[in-house]
């Protein structure tokens, strides 16, 4: 017992007792460590009692030393911005005069927009002296927290000095200066409260283009409030005014026309405020009828005629995305260097357009052939993706061809033979090009019996073979979506327009048709796709935009290109081997410097019928250097048929191809030439494998001398004749019929979608195949 009673937690012996000496150090110790925590925390608060009186001093010091020598200047006027091209030629300008700026005073300016105004910026505005101590709190939180979202200046007079002097950069400077003129624009400075909200509403952007309220109910509601009789008798209401006052926030963000949910709930709010501030009562605030605003109109291109306003308008779209603000772009004088080359785009320029009255235009490709056609080209630089030639049309301020969503015919077949190199697929893969019935029973077909007997996938690209691509897209691994795959990483975009995702249908997957070109895709994404495999596989984005610099010469912006790898080079390189032949092939278009020689090409054709009509809608030639990539489309604005000067029909092997042979030659003139890179083996074969002559002769560009002239023409008269020109023909025994792009079954996916498909993108009708059938006689 005792030894259990001995070895209890609580022994009662002769040793230490609870409370006593044990217990008594330990309440010692609590209490040293209790007074210890006491001096830190007294010396922190001494510290910050220190430092906060001293912070604050400096911080008043800071303000008097701003206020006492800050000026209150005039605000900001208008500067006119310039887009060049690479050798500093001026392409437009961007031109917002004062004349744009209509100054009204405040006693003309209607009642109930100054109501507005003062309900959706400043309730206090009368009251206030001119900057709001909350204000400044949240702005100096989020410096500090960085908290973008934090805010800044939130009174009338503020924002008046932020827009109209100081800037908007978020910082303590700008923030100081901005406090310091607002609490200095007093009567004793001669700066009423009338005057502020004048000089406000007078230069105020509400978007649209519109500095002051006179040019926005302009721009908005097509009234006027400088004409006194108009005025009167269309006088501007509480409920458009209340729409005025709520778009500043964001001018872009709450226009109607862009965001109607969002901006009807900004505008609810305002309303709000008018019926707080006693404006309107709430009956009317309830009653309130959401205002009908004017569509606003495209800004700047109709101030630049021709291809030069299309370019403009791509311009304008890029600075938004690179982050040049709008006041940067109407106030600072901006000179916007783009990557349009002269040389390049005058080549692009003159082999495209049509001579008439808005440009001058002697050696387009279209003058003399039917009025209806028209035509758009883009070259892109593959090494950067700089937009080297742009043309959408002549007509600035309508569609901008380039950007149109249009079918592309065999030119897509070069994604398939992408995909199946990347799947070890060599060029040297024999098929059938025999007709044959597919799933669900499409037929696939050849144009006029066309066949090589079976050949391998290189002869298959060079004539354009609907069958043979249309087997190897069956064998890749996941069939049309590796397709669809390869052309998305090489540069087809994946949404544009009201498309949200290209390539696919309904149910997110392909059909076989985009083998042979049965989707949408844009002049600029083929151009740009094109320029990847020159790149050897490296994909860089398509751009416009090289540098901004404002008047005082301050760089804003500069590009810098990065280039991602898409493809292994071999992959890239091999698939440029199997295109070299087919610009000589396509009735002789390979390039030629008069003074260096020939130049070598990779090229695909792309011809898309219209329906089962048998005549064609879309005819493309996309090809490429080392320097340079060029897409070409030629149809009409309704997609009607395609029939050149003569009545015939129009391939991709004719009039687009003979428009980018201009275009790339003139382009390139005395530009030094160029050799592709020699591709490394796929499956044990390097570039184009060597197969026996049957039918055609088509030397290799790669040659480094002059090449003669091929003439691999269709059997035109039926009787196996070669045509050298007209009622010139010799004997060629088992000549192929076709040489331009093979046609197919006209059947939905075994070819491409033909009828209904106009220039700004819209609606497929399957039917058709690509068009085969006789091109042009011979160029040369």
């Known amino acids: 017992m005792s030894e259990a009673y001995g070895s209890s937690p609580t022994p009662r012996g002769t040793g230490t007792r609870p409370g006593r000496n044990g217990g008594s150090g330990n309440r010692r110790n609590s209490r ?12 922190a608060l001494g510290a910050v009692g220190a430092v906060v009186p001293a912070i604050v001093l400096v911080l008043i010091f800071a303000f008097a030393f701003t206020y006492f020598t800050a000026e209150i200047p005039e605000p900001e006027v208008s500067q006119k911005a310039t887009i ?85 950069e978020r910082s303590f400077d700008r923030k100081f200066k901005e406090l310091a003129i607002a609490a200095k624009m007093n009567e004793r400075h001669g700066w009423s409260k009338e005057k502020i909200l004048e000089a406000y509403l007078n230069t105020i952007y509400f978007g649209r283009g519109a500095y002051g309220v006179a040019v926005a109910t302009q721009k908005y509601f097509n009234k006027s409030i400088t004409d006194k009789a108009r005025a009167a008798k269309n006088p501007l209401t509480f409920e458009e005014a209340a729409l005025l006052a709520g778009v500043i926030r964001a001018p872009s963000y709450y226009d109607p026309e862009n965001n109607r949910e969002a901006t009807e709930a900004r505008w609810r709010y305002v309303l709000s405020g008018m019926v ?49 603000t709008e006041k940067q772009l109407q106030t600072g004088g901006l000179k916007i260097s783009t990557t349009i080359d002269p040389q390049v785009q005058n080549g692009v320029v003159q082999a495209a357009c049509r001579k008439n009255k808005i440009y001058k235009c002697p050696d387009g490709q279209l003058n003399g052939e039917p009025d209806d056609l028209l035509a758009s080209a883009v070259s892109i630089d593959p090494q950067t993706g700089a937009v080297r030639g742009y043309y959408g049309g002549d007509n600035a301020g309508g569609w901008d061809l380039a950007q149109a969503g249009l079918q592309t015919g065999s030119s897509f077949k070069v994604f398939a033979l992408v995909a199946a190199l990347e799947q070890d697929i060599p060029l040297s893969k024999v098929y059938s090009s025999a007709p044959f019935e597919a799933s669900g029973g499409l037929t696939v077909e050849n144009s006029e019996g066309q066949s090589c007997g079976s050949c391998n996938l290189a002869t298959a690209m060079k004539m354009s073979l609907n069958t043979v691509y249309y087997r190897l897209m069956m064998d890749l691994k996941r069939g049309a979506e590796d397709v669809a795959d390869a052309a998305h990483r090489a540069g087809v975009a994946e949404s544009f327009g009201n498309i949200d995702k290209t390539l696919q249908e309904a149910n997110g997957s392909p059909e076989g048709g985009v083998v042979l070109g049965q989707y949408q895709s844009r002049v600029i994404d083929m151009a740009s796709a094109y320029a990847t495999l020159a790149a050897s596989g490296v994909y860089h984005e398509p751009y416009f935009v090289q540098k901004v610099v404002d008047s005082e010469g301050q760089v804003l912006f500069e590009r810098k290109s990065e280039g991602k790898r898409v493809f292994p080079a071999k992959v890239a390189d091999n698939v440029t081997a199997a295109l070299e032949p087919i610009a000589a092939y396509s009735n002789g278009n390979s390039l030629y410097d008069s003074s260096l020689g020939s130049r070598p090409s990779a090229a695909k054709t792309g011809t898309v019928q219209l329906g089962d009509t048998g005549k064609n809608k879309d005819a493309w030639m996309v090809g490429y250097t080392p320097q340079l990539s060029t897409a070409v489309w030629v149809g009409t604005n309704d997609g009607t048929a395609l029939t050149n000067y003569s009545g015939a029909s129009i391939y991709g092997s004719g009039l687009p191809a003979q428009i980018w042979k201009a275009a790339m030659n003139a382009a390139l003139e005395g530009k030094e030439i160029k050799e592709f890179p020699e591709p490394e083996a796929i499956g044990g074969v390097a570039g184009i494998p060597y197969e026996a002559p049957a039918t055609t002769y088509a030397p290799s560009t790669r040659s480094r ?66 068009g085969g059938g006789v091109p042009e006689p011979p160029v040369g």
């Open 32 to 43: 040293q460590a209790a007074e210890e925590r006491h001096k830190r925390f007294a010396w």
């Open 84 to 168: 060049v091209d690479t050798s500093g030629r001026t392409l437009a300008d961007i031109t917002q005069p004062d004349g744009n700026r209509t100054v009204v005073p405040l006693d003309e300016i209607p009642d109930t927009m100054i109501q507005a105004i003062v309900a959706a910026e400043d309730r206090e505005f009368w009251t206030n002296n001119g900057f709001s101590p909350r204000g400044l709190s949240r702005a100096m939180i989020g410096q500090i927290t960085g908290n973008q979202s934090a805010g800044g200046g939130s009174t009338i007079t503020q924002q008046y000095v932020k827009n109209a002097i100081v800037g908007d």
């Open 276 to 324: 707080a501030t006693g404006a309107i009562t709430k009956q009317q605030a309830d009653n309130a009828v959401f205002p009908k605003t004017i569509k606003p109109r495209v800004s700047g291109t109709d101030e630049t005629p021709g291809p030069n306003g299309l370019i403009k308008r791509r311009v304008l779209e890029e600075l938004n995305s690179v982050g040049i």
């Open 705 to 770: 001398g002059p090449s003669l002239p091929t003439f691999d023409i269709p059997d035109q008269g039926g009787d196996g004749n070669l045509t050298l020109a007209p009622g010139v023909t010799i004997p060629l025994p088992g000549a192929p019929r076709g040489g331009g792009d093979s046609g197919g079954g006209n059947s939905p996916g075994g070819g491409d979608s033909g009828g209904g498909n106009t220039p700004d993108g819209g609606g497929n009708v399957p039917g058709g195949a690509d």
